[in-house]
Structure formats: C-alpha cells, structure tokens
C-alpha cells in the first residue's frame, strides 16, 4: 500500500483536493486535525502535557486551550521542541495503527494531509508528495473568503513563514495545479490511475 503525502500553502484548496480522493474511495487522514484531536483525547498525551505546561493548558469544558499553548509555545523555541516531543511521538503512533487498519481493508494508497509536509520532516516517511499549487492572489481571496476575521496583511505574513511555493513545488513528486484555470478533476482522476497502477506492480 503506497503513502501519499499531500501538502500546499495556505489557500492553496488542499482540503478539496483530499475529498476528491474521498469520492473516489481512498482513505484519508489530516495530520494537522489528528494532532488536535489527541491532544484533547488521548489520556496519556493530555497527563503528559498538562505536566509540562502546567493545568492551564486545558479549559474548564476539560477542551485543549489552542490560544494559550499556542502563545507559550511559539514565542519559545525551547517550549515548542518540547511540546513537538510530547505529540509527534502519539500522532505517529495514531497514524501507524491507522495505516494497519487501511492495509487490512486493502487499500491501494492512500492520503495522508499535512500543512508542513516537507518543514516537519513528514515526507521522509511517504512514498510519495503532492503539492496543491495555485497563485498567491488566489489563495489570499480564498482565505479572506473563508475567514473573514483576516486582513490580506495577515494572510500575506502566514505566507510569508511557510516554505516558498517554488520549493514545495521542486521537493514534491506531483503537482495538483487548483489556479481555478484547470480543471480538477482530470489531474485527480490522473493520479488516481497512476497510484493504483504503481501499488499494483
């Protein structure tokens, strides 16, 4: 069973790309969502990071508190490597059990969703990369679109953090152009065939 990474910056439509291989009967998983949902749920993961960063990071409804970690963490290099050594170890371990069950199921591929695909080191463990490719002015009308609580200086600094577009673009194996100029569809149902016939050699 091959394992496909799929990453792009932000606004870049990585998420609709992932439910056209949802339609077409491929599993699925968002690492950055799977990460979340631990934090929150894996008993031994919430001990772990309530030891560390003290009860505060969770809220009263016993939710993780994102806004007060996320403060901590960030503006210290040395709370987020501690941080990434308590989840990255539980979100691999989650998506190695995941991976079995796909397998069992007889999966041909499947895809994996990730936001810093190449900068976590992620695409190392994958068979293969796509990128979600599509003009900076594009991706900034999609997220003003979707989150209208953002400027277009917010999104244009978030941009400006994440790997260039022209290096995912040279790391990555396949490029999905979303540029609302070519069609989607044909590129998805493309990869599908070329997956299914490289599991199957």
């Known amino acids: ?22 339609v077409l009967g491929i599993p699925t998983t968002d690492a ?33 508190n994102r806004p007060w970690l996320a403060q901590r963490a960030f503006a210290d290099p040395t709370a987020l490597a501690r941080l990434n050594a308590l989840v990255h170890p539980a979100v691999g371990e989650d ?27 992620i695409a190392r463990t994958l068979d293969y990369v796509i990128t979600v490719a599509a003009p900076e002015d594009v991706r900034i009308r999609r997220v003003l679109a979707r989150d209208p609580h953002r400027s277009a200086a917010d999104v244009v600094a978030i941009i400006g953090r994440q790997l260039p577009e022209e290096e995912r673009r040279r790391r990555a194996d396949f490029v999905v152009w979303n540029d609302d100029a070519q069609p989607l569809l044909p590129q998805i149902l493309a990869l599908d065939a070329e997956f299914r016939r490289r599991a199957a050699a």
Do not use: N
């Open 32 to 64: 950055d969502a799977r990460a979340k949902w631990l934090m929150t749920h894996d008993g031994a993961l919430r001990t772990a990071l309530t030891a560390e960063f003290g009860s505060e990071v969770f809220d009263a409804a016993g939710q993780l």
């Open 95 to 121: 998506f190695a059990r995941w991976l079995r069950e796909q397998q069992a199921a007889g999966a041909p591929y499947i895809i994996k969703e990730a936001a810093i695909l190449f900068e976590a080191d």
């Open 1 to 22: 069973m091959l394992k496909i990474g799929l990453t792009g910056g932000i606004g870049a439509g990585k998420s609709i790309i992932k439910r056209c291989f949802e």
